[in-house]
Structures are given as structure tokens and as C-alpha cells.
């Protein structure tokens, strides 16, 4: 090949990152439909069939990704022939995701089975970090005409960042990937600039999002990380108390940060203050817009037993718009449907949190419990929107996934080795 395989993943993963969608310029909504979007799920699949010919990958792992895959798709197709009221073009977008996923988990299987996982932090990172930097300036208005290439101009009216993302939950969820590895570093005693900089701007942008969904998600990873590093750090690594030291500085010093500048984030966060006071007062429009579309879900559901079963088909024509990724699996493929989504969750959790398990004591901790972080907070994320099956996330999510599984695999047969 005259471009090494190795760089050509590594470019599938900027590709994911950084191909515009021109969601202002060709239309489509949330991004489920857009013809950027078709673009450039087209391109990471060419990429992904280049990478992998006649490549060998373990051989349980692609069996059972493949029979996983065919599944999936067999319960699309099937759903929607059966028990679909009405058929739109649209609905067939949703006829690739088996493949897009396929790909890109074998992608990450791929990646880790042959090549350094380095390369991959000095590119998935870096990324992230930059990502983080244009959603920072968005609000300011100062990259619009960047801005139409990615998102919707109401995004930019209103000065909600969003990055190369379409909508700003989205860009929140992602860039916590990279708050998650900066804080992990601080709080292991790495005090370098860049660990800083990468940790704040970060969370600087996720701030700016305005998504409750996405700070809400970012301060639970947070937490979550102090925890591990103050109790089960300390019980399984045999270390000191330094780094129950470093959390509790940091995480004082955040939150003294929070109180003394509360006014000033007040007043630059408006749409996120103001949506949370109506969300404690009952009076939230986006979360009655939720329960509107569960309650249409569960009496949708009511018609048939077989509903329940296999779901109501994509269906577009009838709920477009679902912004719960449990109950937009239900509807669309019911109880089998949802069955298969918690087992690629817990799969995934499962399998980030092993390799957390291992690394403990190397330097490659910090991006493993990045990794398995992330991959937990999506339980929670996941309520407030389908982030699995949006652009880029599902890209990095099951490129993850594939890489660490792989890992595991590769941890059991060297244990067995021995």
C-alpha cells in the first residue's frame, strides 16, 4: 500500500472527527438524515474495507461481532417490513448502521492487535483538545462561517457551542473523553502544562455546550474518577496517600473556583441556568418534550404484544425524533432491540473496566480510565439522548469498544500461556 495501514487508521479517526456534515448548507435533522452525514459514514466504511482486506483478526471475535452485526440487521430490516405502518425513504438511513459498526469495531480490533497505543493518544487526544478549542471560541462569534460546515445556524445565534459536532450535547459528551484523561493525570501527580490546558479547556467547553445531558454527565466522570483514585487507587496499586492528597487539593480548588466565579458563569451560562431552575421547578419544556415521546412510545406499544417484542419498525413517519437512546431502541425494535443495546453497553463497560484492572500499575492507566469512564456515564448520557448512533460518538464508541476488547482477549491468552 503506498499509505501504511497504520496511518490510515489513525486518519480514519480525524476523518470521523473533522469531516464536515454542511448540516446549514444541505439541511437534515439532528443529524440522523443529513446528506454530510451519509458522506461521511460512506467515507469511514471505504476507509474501515481498505484497512481490514485480507487482513486475519482473532478469529472468536470477528465470528461473534459478525453474528452480533447480522442480528441487528436482520431485526431492522425485519421490524420495519412487518410492523412498520408506513415505509419512508428515510427510514432505509438506518439499514447501514449494522455495517458502519461492524467496520469501525473490527477497525479498533484492528489498531490494537498490530500497532502502539501512543500513536493513537498523540491522535484521538490532540483531536479532542483542538475540537475543544473552536466550541471555546463558537460563542464569541468569531468561527460562524466554521461553524455553518458543522452545525445548525441556531446553534450559532444562540451561542451554544458545538464544535465539529451538530448539536452541543453531543460535543459535550464527546470532549469529557478528554476531561477524563487530563483529570486522570492531575490527580496522579503529572503537573504538566499541557495536563492543565487539555483539563480546562475541556471543561471549559463542556461547560459552554449549555447541555445539562452533557455537564451533568462530566461532573459524574469526575466524580467518579476522585473516588477510584482516593479508595480503590490506593487499595489495589499499594500506593501512598498522594494521591488522595492530589484529589482532594484539585477537587478543592475547583470548587472553590466554581463559588467565587458563580456570578460570572451565571451570567455567560444563561440557557443552562435557566433550563435547570425550570427543570427543579417542573417547568422544563425539553424534559416534557421527553416524557411526551415515552408516554406516545408506551401507548404505541399497547396495540400488539408483537410490538413489545419487535417494535414498531423505524419509523420515522410516525416519531422522528426520539431523544432517549433506551426508548428509541424500544420503539424502533422493541424488547430484542433494547436486549441488544444494554448487552453492547455492558460489553463495552465490562470490558474498558478489565482493562482499567490491568493497566493499574503502568502508564497507559490514564487513557484506560478515560476509556472506562466514558463507556459508564453513557448509561446515564443515554436517557437524555441516543448518543450512540450520532456521527463521530459512534465512531470513537465502538473503535473503543473493538480496542478494548482486543486487549482483553489478548490479557486472557497470555494469562493462559503461562
Not at 150 to 163: H, L, P, V
Not at 180 to 200: A, R, V
Request: contains cysteine; proline residues 1%.
Amino acid at each position: 500500500m503506498l499509505v501504511s495501514r497504520k496511518k490510515l487508521v489513525l486518519f480514519s479517526v480525524v476523518f470521523a472527527l473533522f469531516f464536515p456534515t454542511f448540516n446549514s448548507l444541505l439541511g437534515g435533522s439532528e443529524g440522523y438524515a443529513n446528506k454530510g452525514s451519509i458522506i461521511l459514514n460512506c467515507g469511514i466504511m471505504l476507509i474501515a474495507v481498505v484497512c481490514l482486506s485480507g487482513v486475519r483478526l482473532d478469529k472468536t471475535i470477528t465470528r461473534f461481532s459478525i453474528w452480533f452485526a447480522s442480528l441487528f440487521a436482520l431485526l431492522i430490516g425485519f421490524s420495519t417490513l412487518f410492523f412498520s405502518s408506513e415505509i419512508i425513504f428515510r427510514d432505509l438511513f438506518e439499514l447501514h448502521r449494522p455495517v458502519l459498526y461492524l467496520l469501525t469495531f473490527l477497525l479498533g480490533v484492528y489498531y490494537h492487535s498490530r500497532f502502539d497505543e501512543a500513536s493513537l493518544e498523540r491522535i484521538l487526544l490532540p483531536s479532542l483538545l483542538i475540537i475543544s478549542c473552536i466550541a471555546i471560541l463558537q460563542p464569541f462569534r468569531v468561527v460562524d462561517f466554521f461553524s455553518l460546515f458543522y452545525t445548525e445556524t441556531q446553534n450559532i445565534i444562540t451561542k451554544r457551542a458545538t464544535g465539529t459536532l451538530l448539536n452541543p450535547y453531543d460535543l459535550g459528551l464527546l470532549l469529557s473523553l478528554l476531561t477524563f484523561y487530563s483529570y486522570s493525570k492531575l490527580l496522579h501527580g503529572s503537573y504538566k502544562l499541557i495536563n492543565f490546558f487539555c483539563f480546562f479547556c475541556s471543561i471549559l467547553a463542556v461547560m459552554m455546550t449549555q447541555s445539562r445531558t452533557a455537564v451533568f454527565s462530566a461532573i459524574l466522570g469526575l466524580l467518579i474518577i476522585s473516588l477510584f483514585y482516593m479508595f480503590f487507587f490506593y487499595v489495589f496499586k499499594k500506593g501512598t496517600y498522594k494521591t488522595s492528597l492530589n484529589t482532594f487539593i484539585i477537587l478543592s480548588v475547583i470548587v472553590f473556583l466554581v463559588f467565587s466565579l458563580w456570578s460570572t458563569i451565571s451570567d455567560n451560562l444563561v440557557y443552562l441556568v435557566q433550563a435547570s431552575i425550570r427543570l427543579m421547578d417542573g417547568n422544563d419544556t425539553s424534559a416534557n418534550i421527553r416524557l411526551g415521546q415515552v408516554e406516545k412510545i408506551l401507548t404505541l406499544k399497547e396495540d400488539s404484544f408483537f410490538y413489545l417484542l419487535f417494535g414498531n419498525g423505524v419509523s420515522k413517519s410516525v416519531m422522528d425524533i426520539i431523544e432517549n437512546q433506551y426508548f428509541l431502541y424500544f420503539f424502533r425494535y422493541g424488547f430484542f432491540g433494547l436486549l441488544l443495546l444494554i448487552a453492547v453497553m455492558s460489553s463495552f463497560l465490562i470490558c474498558s473496566f478489565n482493562r482499567l484492572f490491568n493497566d493499574l500499575n503502568t502508564e497507559r492507566v490514564h487513557f484506560s480510565m478515560a476509556i472506562f469512564v466514558w463507556s459508564l456515564i453513557f448509561f446515564v448520557a443515554s436517557f437524555g439522548n441516543p448518543f450512540i448512533d450520532i456521527i463521530r460518538i459512534q465512531f470513537i464508541y465502538f473503535f473503543l469498544f473493538g480496542y478494548s476488547l482486543n486487549f482483553n482477549r489478548r490479557e486472557h491468552e497470555t494469562r493462559n500461556a503461562k
